[in-house]
């Protein structure tokens, strides 16, 4: 027999403007959605309480007439309500790669080069690309999805490769950003929705873009290009981006703390250390590139810019400078409007942190489903669940003192600080978020103590997990824990 799980309705609250045509479809993917945020790292079959279960699931990521598009609409609907609160959020994009290599059997997946070096043959691997833009608060608070894409690259042959100065944006893998910027467009309403990309988003027509739907963008510069051209063919003193904004004055400085990194193919190993960060802003114009294919027919217009401007002057020895040119269309005249954007740009960290959670956390690279149109619905279903867990793990931090049944439900809360504190009554008052999570994670192995920071999202869920099995119990078992 099944037992009947007391779902803290989560999945319920966020699926409620889910519409696939079929009012069992819709149910089916609540209850996955339930099943996956459980044990979300578990293959399927294990995620699911039992065999009726699981065949239910894969008939549901099978099944022809679920459309993911549906999917994402009704989380991006409550991201938006959830945005809605605040004067200004964060849209993050990035892009990141999901390798099936290990998979021969799964059809419909695209080549992706992973070139390993100067001297090293190009190596393929199969997988599939996904392009997502989550909304955060400027306190850090991931509210959601406010667009995904998901999709199989299609190799370029090498004539193709030759020909990308003269194919429009429309037809370019970049154009990803491009529909993003809008989509993320149409549900801000008061809300000022900022888009902050890393340096792969620095080309003229998203900016272009951005100006024309007026949607303000926050992307770190790739391109030491000339600015302030008098005209598209000046070639004497031309200035270039970095050595202007070397000429401006110094607005101030700020300290930051710079975490360790690990060696990578582009970066060298570094240090947590603290930096103290020169900030310089300007104002240039941004020129249309000269070879842009769209010059035959339209006339482009250069665009009013701002830049932020940071460095440190004095790294450690042996040690690389930190540097970032950061580019925006909004305005930045002092100081203080100068280092918010530089505070902005840090949490662009978050969406890094996003797709960790998805990878190593979930390992939904393990994920077994016979072709590509399959693991892109399941990935899209994952997506929802894992901004889900990544949240409770922030808001923790960001807003302590919420009260903690803004995130569980209220058996839940109880079981838990009976088993944790190892207690007989209950405190009178609601516990709040920050010292629930706190429980969690301690239930995940987290040992609390002084310098253990906080919890991160990997030993939150195992902790959560285990609180699922001690709420079953806790539903066989009713009714115990009150006292006068
Ligand atoms: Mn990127």
């Not at 004055?249 to 703390?257: D, H, M, Q, S």
């Not at 995130?407 to 629930?436: D, R, Y």
Request: proline share 4%; charged share 25%; hydrophobic share 35%.
């Amino acid at each position: 027999m099944t037992k009947q799980k007391q779902s803290n309705g989560w999945a319920t609250e966020e699926l409620e403007h889910l519409d696939l045509g079929d009012k069992r479809l819709n149910e089916r993917l609540t209850k996955i959605c339930d099943s996956f945020s459980e044990c979300p790292e578990s293959p399927i079959n294990q995620s699911c309480e039992d065999w009726a279960e699981t065949k239910a699931a894969y008939r549901f990521f099978k099944n022809e007439n679920v459309d993911v598009r549906d999917i994402r609409t009704a989380h991006r609907l409550k991201t938006a309500a959830r945005a809605k609160k605040y004067k200004t959020v964060l849209a993050i994009q990035d892009s990141s790669y999901f390798i099936y290599t290990g998979h021969p059997k799964t059809e419909g997946l695209g080549r992706m080069s992973l070139k390993k070096g100067k001297n090293v043959e190009k190596i393929f691997s199969n997988g599939l690309i996904m392009h997502a833009c989550l909304a955060v608060t400027t306190d850090g608070t991931p509210l959601g999805l406010l667009d995904q894409q998901i999709f199989a690259r299609e190799l370029r042959t090498a004539e193709q490769r030759k020909l990308v100065d003269v194919t429009p944006v429309e037809k370019k893998e970049s154009y990803r950003w491009l529909q993003s910027l809008k989509n993320s467009k149409e549900v801000s309403s008061d809300t000022q929705v900022v888009t902050v990309c890393d340096r792969e988003a620095d080309f003229y027509e998203f900016f272009k873009l951005s100006d024309e739907i007026k949607s303000p963008v926050l992307v770190r510069a790739n391109v030491n290009r000339a600015v302030n051209k008098s005209s598209r063919y000046t070639e004497k003193s031309v200035v270039k981006l970095w050595d202007y904004m070397a000429k401006q004055p110094k607005a101030g400085t700020i300290t930051v703390e710079l975490p360790s990194k690990r060696k990578t193919q582009h970066c060298k190993e570094r240090a947590a250390r603290s930096a103290i960060l020169t900030i310089k802003h300007g104002s240039f114009l941004l020129n249309p590139p000269r070879n842009n294919i769209k010059h035959r027919s339209a006339e482009l217009s250069d665009l009013l810019m701002h830049a932020v401007y940071v460095f440190e002057a004095k790294p450690p020895e042996g040690e690389d400078p930190v540097e970032w040119m950061l580019l925006t269309n909004l305005s930045v005249t002092n100081f203080s409007e100068a280092h918010e954007k530089v505070l902005w740009y840090c949490l662009r960290w978050r969406i890094e942190m996003y797709f960790k959670v998805l990878k190593s956390g979930f390992l939904v690279e393990n994920c077994r489903l016979g072709n590509a149109d399959r693991l892109i619905k399941y990935l899209t279903v994952m997506s929802i669940v894992a901004w889900r867990l990544f949240m409770v793990t922030l808001i923790s931090r960001a807003n302590p003192d919420t009260p903690c049944t803004e995130l569980i439900a209220e058996h839940e809360w109880k079981v838990l600080f009976m088993k944790v504190n190892k207690a007989k009554c209950l405190p009178k008052k609601t516990p709040s978020i920050g010292a629930v999570v706190i429980w969690i994670a301690r239930l995940g192995g987290f040992l609390a103590r002084k310098g253990d920071g906080m919890p991160g999202t990997i030993t939150l869920w195992r902790g959560w997990k285990r609180l699922t099995d001690l709420t079953d119990g806790w539903n066989l078992a009713l009714n115990g824990g009150t006292c006068g």
